[in-house]
């Protein structure tokens, strides 16, 4: 009688590999079971010596900004409890529906006073004798799910392809030119002056790709409301041998900050600067911050030529990560006084 | 342990030929979604090309480090920054962009006589091959006096770089027609 052997079949050095595997796999669960109790005791230590929970204690020692809401945003996540994950998932929800929106306050005020209202009797708190904390806790929700509120909402612009037959998309692609160039009208709808701004040929409605509308939006935030710098870096960009091109460079800003927002880099940014929800403008004024440095550090790099672009695209998105990462970062800028 | 066996399969397989693949083409005629594709990435978020990308793709015994540059009539005079060292040229053509045929043709016969590229083994993707108005390859291939190319091996092969079709066929192609290091 045979049997089959199925170790046979594996080659030796992948059967070693198979136990090497099962052993890290077994120890690797063993300090994680361990790790988890550990922090479970720990906790419930901490809890009878100063009677407080793990949120009351976040809130007690930082200060309102990124650090306070980034870690009781962990702490409910990784919450094992029911009610508070019962919380997440609804207002999660919500803020998917474009609901925790600067538009909507008597809703999202309603919702957040729900939430926080919830956790106090989960956690046994009583708002009147910690009202600090009640105040804490409202901040840090409607920061956390303004945040996700926004990038669901950038998305959904960014999905929205531009439609040369749309009256409105077009309008807004000639009202971004008379804005840039009031003095030179365009000689008409397709013709090679677009290049001028910077869009790569006759008919800049191939150049949004996959930035959409909201490229469109983001350029024609920035030419309206700081007209004056944008006017100046348009000046810059079309300098013959250390020029770039000013409408796909912000089209390419416009992916950094939407690759930003989505990777959650830009939450130190408006958790520090925003204690309330954020809309769709303060998106815009991020992508204004990132153009106005692109520009100064384009200056500063003295490029060759365009070639180089990928090159400083990648810097500025190194020291843009870098700056972020810190606790207490705040995109500023100071915009000329004749934009204010 | 972890050092010896990962030695130990080091060893089993002989390194892959690495290959320079140019990608080259008009604005907007899909080479960064290519690119892209090929190293089976998200193609929802492509903006334009300043400058070039570079990705390596792993395929049956290659290493393919291919170089995709862009496309805009601004940044062409660059291109030939980059023939030094290209074993195979991937010309890539929006296919339904017919106001454009002419203007793509002029700078493809450019790239032919470039004595950096001479001899060098050409593919060319007639993409967007998924839009209803996209010409078929075959018409392309006349349109651009393909069947006159004598210097060189040279194919034509219709795709889609958003659904992929076509572009492994394309691949296998460049891989078969590499010349032999010298």
Not at chain 1, 28 to 52: A, P, W
Not at chain 1, 176 to 191: A, E, I, Q
Not at chain 1, 251 to 271: D, G, M, P, Q
């Amino acid at each position: 009688m045979s049997t089959n052997k199925p170790k046979s079949v594996l080659p030796s050095w992948m059967r070693f590999q198979l136990v090497e595997d099962i052993f890290n796999y077994a120890v690797h669960s063993v300090i994680s079971l361990f790790s988890y109790y550990f922090t479970l005791i720990l906790k419930i230590l901490l809890r009878k010596c100063t009677g407080l929970c793990e949120l009351q204690r976040i809130c007690y020692k930082t200060e309102k900004g990124a650090q306070r809401s980034l870690e009781v945003e962990k702490c409910i996540y990784s919450s094992r409890r029911k009610v508070i994950r019962r919380i997440c998932e609804k207002l999660d929800d919500l803020a998917k529906n474009g609901r925790f929106n600067s538009n909507n306050t008597c809703e999202v005020v309603r919702l957040v006073e729900h939430a926080v209202e919830a956790i106090c009797v989960e956690k046994d708190i009583k708002p009147s004798i910690h009202p600090e904390f009640v105040t804490a806790m409202r901040i840090c929700f409607l920061q956390i799910y303004g945040y996700k509120n926004l990038q669901h909402e950038i998305d959904s612009l960014r999905s929205i392809p531009f439609d040369s037959t749309n009256q409105e998309h077009e309008e807004k692609l000639l009202l971004l030119w008379k804005t840039l160039n009031p003095d030179y009208p365009l000689k008409s709808r397709v013709t090679k002056q677009w290049t001028e701004i910077g869009f790569q040929g006759e008919d800049p409605k191939t150049d949004f790709r996959g930035m959409g509308i909201l490229g469109l939006e983001n350029l024609l935030y920035f030419a309206t409301n700081f007209t004056k710098t944008a006017r100046c870096i348009l000046l810059h960009s079309n300098h013959p041998s250390h020029g770039f091109p000013f409408a796909i460079t912000g089209i390419n800003l416009t992916y950094i900050a939407f690759t930003l927002l989505n990777n959650n880099r830009l939450k130190t940014h408006f958790y520090n600067s925003h204690f309330g929800t954020t809309c769709l403008e303060d998106f815009h004024r991020v992508y204004c911050y990132l153009f106005y440095t692109f520009d100064k550090l384009w200056i500063e790099e003295k490029p060759k030529d365009v070639m180089e672009f990928s090159y400083i695209k990648e810097k500025f998105v190194c020291n843009l990560n870098t700056e972020l990462e810190k606790h207490d970062a705040i995109l500023r800028w100071n915009p000329p006084v004749e934009d204010i | 342990m972890m050092g010896l066996l990962s030695l130990l399969r080091k060893l089993k397989t002989t390194p892959d030929r690495e290959v320079r693949i140019l990608l080259l083409g008009l604005d907007n005629a899909g080479k960064t979604t290519i690119l892209k594709k090929m190293s089976s990435e998200d193609i929802s978020h492509i903006t334009p090309t300043q400058g070039f990308n570079i990705k390596s793709v792993q395929t049956s015994g290659f290493k393919l480090n291919v170089w995709d540059i862009g496309g805009q009539r601004k940044i062409r005079p660059y291109w030939r920054n980059y023939f030094d060292n290209t074993d195979v040229l991937i010309y890539v053509i929006d296919s339904s962009d017919k106001k454009r045929f002419e203007e793509t043709s002029i700078e493809l016969n450019e790239l032919l006589q470039e004595d950096k590229l001479n001899g060098i083994p050409i593919l060319i993707y007639a993409n967007k091959q998924d839009l209803f108005n996209a010409s078929p390859a075959s018409e392309i291939a006349e349109g651009l006096h393909l069947p006159s190319i004598r210097d060189r091996s040279w194919q034509i092969q219709a795709c889609s770089a958003i659904s992929g079709e076509g572009l492994k066929e394309g691949l296998d192609w460049a891989c078969k027609n590499i010349k032999p290091k010298k």
